[in-house]
């Protein structure tokens, strides 16, 4: 197991404007370190068009925090400082009873 780049995840929350609107937000929930394993380049089909996308695999100590994590919140690679590299997390794998991570799958759209 080698923990070896720190990330930082967000959930996603609206919050009201003083004009009666909402504002999208991203507020941190939690940063901790995790085994980041880029896996390579993909295709990600969205309302624009196919766009390329990098793929990966990032593995994070099973606790409370961790369990907590969802599929709508993102996933920024801090290992070199904030803001950090934005992941969209594609999916979470169960962790197996026993093991010391659970394994997230996360992509992220390249610059064209």
């Known amino acids: 197991m080698g923990l070896n780049a720190r990330f930082a995840f967000d959930a996603p929350s ?4 003083p004009e009666g609107g909402t504002k999208n937000d991203w507020p941190e929930q939690l940063e901790c370190w995790g085994d980041f394993r880029l896996k390579g380049a993909g295709d990600n089909e969205s309302a624009g068009g196919v766009h390329p996308s990098m793929q ?3 593995g994070v100590r099973v606790a409370a925090q961790t369990l907590a994590i969802a599929t709508n919140w993102r996933a920024r690679d801090v290992s070199k400082g904030a ?8 999916a979470i ?6 093991a010391a991570l659970m394994w997230l799958r996360l992509t992220t759209k390249t610059a064209a």
């Open 14 to 17: 609206s919050v009201e404007t």
């Open 93 to 98: 794998e169960p962790p197996v009873p026993g």
């Open 56 to 58: 990966s695999r990032l």
């Open 83 to 90: 803001p950090g590299v934005v992941w969209n997390i594609t």
